[in-house]
């Protein structure tokens, strides 16, 4: 099992900037990859962005690239989203997941074996 703890949600500002954080514990030996989803209300849970656990290779969504970036500190378990340039449509729950590499797509939710609880994230226009 691997427990994914999630902080860093708020409300900010159109412009403004937030980093959330995901703590990883338990049998996190096994994570190949984390990833960032998020949830904005009456909508489909979407993927934002993925890094690898052991190479740090990051991948994100089109419609984010340019203000948000992934990393991870390996030595804390810890992944990171910073987003800069928060617009009103970055409104959403957020998510970290798990991938233990089930088959399929890295920007699937399907594929991500563990979440954490989500955190809320609202821009103000």
């Known amino acids: 099992q691997v427990q994914l703890v999630e902080s860093g949600g708020g409300l900010v500002q159109a412009g403004g900037s937030l980093r959330l954080s995901c703590a990883a514990s338990?049998?996190?030996?096994?994570?190949?990859?984390m990833g960032w989803f998020r949830q904005a209300p009456g909508k489909e849970r979407e993927f934002v962005a993925r890094?690898?656990?052991?190479?740090?290779?990051?991948y994100v969504t089109d419609s984010v690239k340019g203000r948000f970036t992934v990393s991870r500190d390996n030595a804390k378990n810890t992944v990171y989203l910073q987003m800069n340039s928060l617009k009103p449509e970055d409104t959403a729950v957020y998510y970290c997941?798990?991938?233990?590499?089930?088959?399929?797509?890295?920007?699937?939710?399907?594929?991500?074996?563990?979440w954490g609880q989500g955190t809320q994230v609202t821009v103000s226009s």
């Open positions: 997941a798990a991938d233990e590499g089930r088959p399929f797509g890295y920007t699937d939710s399907r594929r991500y074996d563990y």
């Open positions: 338990g049998r996190t030996f096994s994570i190949l990859a």
């Open positions: 890094i690898m656990w052991s190479s740090a290779s990051t």
